[in-house]
């Protein structure tokens, strides 16, 4: 397919109308689908490309496009009126296409002032923290010893010996890149001798290598809030990797986990318990104490003729709210424990007991054989 078979605005997908940023837009999304790199061996996507480069060309010039417009692709043939030809290349547009493509390694825009190279942020760090469940309740200040790549203190981070300073690289002469051709391509990297500082140390410090940073082991300060759970992410900004030739530093992240309870388990704010009570206890009711983890006691009503398995539920007894207000409830779920040991005269008195049953006292059991002899023909 050739730019000469086709409508430039059919070929671009817009209204003969459209503006130059509709035209821009779908000028783009195009080239990135057509783009080479994208479609490698593919001659077919490759004349694509060249084809709606060549219709951009025209139709992003005021002057181009009133010619067109006006005489059609005649205007840029055999010195046409038009004038100027189709094969021309933006090269700030397509260097906006590989930013896009292939991130910010092509173009000035990935650097700073002048193409060079922003120094990059500092790497950041996870830590890993074991706390008990009384701490994630109660929250606690500590300190952790991590061992980072921090600032120099002989050349403050610069990477320069002290005295020396940093002069322009002779490869890039001070831009922080460097221009390739590829076919009727221009691409800029960054320079490879500088890293796309587009500076050079004169004299490396002895004591970081000109890196910057160096190795130190550092004890930090901190704070567990209360309400804290498995996963928990607290963020330490700037206690990082420190960057090179003086970048800001990274963050240092500690993750929390939370060691298992003897006898709490926890799920979000609520806090649940297994009390095994006496049968007795289940049939007569009671008033069984729990301890809290905020060092309270909280007393449960057992209802008579609860079931085993049944849960009870002390409201704002659990864990604090995260960075809130409040706290969540403790769960006590009773399981009601058959005595396994039994004196001569407790069993006679269940069995004075069982005389006594009408089957009203259990009416799931009842309910359950009835179901039986109904499934069953009696």
Same mark, same amino acid.
């Given at each position: ?31 990135? *689908? ?338 039986? *002899? ?5």
């Amino acid at each position: 397919m050739s730019a000469a078979e086709i409508d430039f605005y059919e070929l671009l997908g817009v209204d003969r109308g459209a503006d130059g940023a509709t035209i821009k837009s779908a000028y783009r999304k195009l080239a990135m *689908k057509y783009h080479p790199d994208r479609n490698p061996g593919d001659a077919e996507a490759e004349a694509h490309f060249k084809a709606i480069s060549a219709a951009y060309d025209i139709l992003k010039d005021d002057q181009k496009r009133a010619a067109y417009d006006r005489y059609g692709h005649a205007a840029f043939q055999n010195g046409g009126p038009g004038g100027g030809g189709m094969g021309g290349q933006d090269f700030n547009d397509l260097g906006d296409i590989f930013e896009t493509i292939f991130g910010s390694a092509f173009g000035g825009a990935a650097g700073g002032p002048g193409g060079r190279a922003r120094p990059r942020r500092g790497a950041d760090l996870r830590y890993d923290m074991q706390v008990s469940l009384e701490e994630a309740f109660d929250g606690k200040n500590t300190q952790i010893e991590v061992e980072v790549s921090s600032t120099c203190d002989t050349c403050s981070g610069s990477g320069a010996e002290p005295g020396t300073a940093r002069r322009r690289c002779e490869l890039c002469h001070g831009a922080g890149k460097v221009r390739a051709k590829q076919g009727f391509f221009v691409i800029e990297r960054p320079c490879p001798n500088c890293g796309g500082a587009g500076e050079v140390l004169e004299s490396p410090c002895g004591d970081c290598r000109g890196e910057g940073a160096v190795d130190k082991l550092q004890t930090l300060d901190v704070d567990i809030p209360p309400g804290v759970d498995n996963g928990t992410r607290i963020r330490l900004s700037g206690k990082g990797e420190a960057g090179p030739r003086g970048a800001p530093s990274g963050d240092l992240y500690i993750f929390v986990h939370v060691k298992p309870h003897p006898v709490f388990e926890r799920e979000g704010t609520a806090l649940f318990t297994r009390v095994p009570i006496s049968f007795t206890s289940a049939a007569l009711g009671d008033t069984i104490d729990i301890p809290g983890l905020d060092g309270e006691t909280h007393s449960i009503d057992i209802p008579s003729g609860i079931q085993s398995g049944k849960q009870l539920r002390k409201r704002g007894a659990g864990m604090p709210v995260l960075q809130g207000r409040g706290r969540g409830d403790l769960v006590v779920e009773v399981q009601v424990e058959t005595p396994t040991k039994l004196s001569s005269r407790q069993k006679e008195l269940l069995c004075e007991f069982r005389e006594t049953e009408t089957g009203e006292e259990c009416p799931q059991s009842r309910g359950f054989f009835e179901k039986i *002899k109904e499934a069953f023909g009696g």
